[in-house]
């Protein structure tokens, strides 16, 4: 299927490895100019290498912290009108609420939510004069359904969905579309680095603990980054214009819900 997204710009966030670099690639993969953000020069610029070496698209990054003011400024001096704007940023650490002071809610809120409605902001008018936009949001399928020690990450996140439910009924008409993207559990090293604590608990090494978490899913599996980038390709195509304010989760499965 052609996307119909060659020659578009693309600003992805957060994506010198895991969901954020699968989302990257994918759009490169289309023809899609891409700029990405990271917080390590090197390993973002190895990315946008092998980006480039495999795609032949372009590719510019923009070092920097995108929960912070200067973080969002050098991703927007790299890629100023992109037609295509995938908000991304690591997720705050898992935890007890009673131990998360003031600091460590703006830090998760900063990050997951008020750095997205930022570059929406700057980004959403160039969209609309130009009759085409496309935002997607990656958020977790903790806003479907909530982690009990993922807390912080719950409450920011939702909170951006909120948000996001309204804009995108505004923005639509003019060829915008606002969605979420939901991630379960995938092979990233976000997935790692939470296992810790909980392989510990259960007496278990964190690869052991990981392949029983995966056993478990309904898909046998952990997702992987490449399936994911395609759905936020999907989204941000032609095809994708009467598809807005919607959460897409991506997790095996493991929700059980009917809807």
């Known amino acids: 299927m052609d996307l119909g997204l060659s ?7 957060a994506a010198s490895k895991g969901l954020g670099r699968g989302c990257a690639l994918a759009l490169a993969r289309e023809g899609v100019a891409v700029t990405i953000t990271g917080r390590n020069a090197e ?3 190895r990315t946008a290498e092998e980006i480039r070496r495999e795609t032949g698209a372009t590719v510019t990054t923009a070092v920097g912290d995108i929960a912070t003011e200067a973080g969002q400024a050098a991703a927007l001096a790299a890629c100023p009108e992109p037609d295509i704007l995938v908000n991304n940023a690591g997720g705050p650490p898992p935890g007890d609420f009673r131990d998360w002071d003031r600091d ?5 809120l900063d990050a997951n939510m008020l750095a997205p409605i930022a570059l929406i902001k700057a980004t959403v008018d160039g969209m609309i004069d130009r009759k085409f936009g496309r935002i997607v949001n990656i958020t977790s399928a903790a806003v479907k359904a909530p982690i ?3 807390g912080l990450s719950n409450g920011a996140r939702a909170g951006l969905t909120g948000f996001v439910a309204g804009l995108a009924r505004q923005t639509v008409r003019h060829g915008v579309t606002i969605n979420g993207l939901l991630p379960g559990p995938f092979d990233t090293d976000r997935i ?4 810790g604590a909980l392989a510990a608990k259960a007496g278990l090494s964190v690869e052991a603990f990981l ?6 899913n309904p898909a046998g599996r952990f997702g992987d980054p490449d399936e994911f980038g395609a759905a936020c390709a999907f989204l941000c195509s032609r095809h994708a214009g009467y598809i807005t304010g919607q959460n897409l989760l991506m997790d095996g499965g493991a929700y059980p819900g009917t809807l």
């Not at 020659?7 to 966030?13: E, M, P, S, Y």
């Not at 460590?104 to 998760?108: C, K, M, P, T, Y």
């Open 7 to 13: 020659g578009r710009r693309a600003l992805v966030c």
């Open 192 to 195: 790692r680095g939470n296992a």
């Open 148 to 150: 009990a020690h993922l």
């Open 43 to 45: 390993t973002l610029e």
């Open 104 to 108: 460590a809610w703006i830090r998760a």
């Open 211 to 216: 392949e029983a978490r995966a056993r478990e």
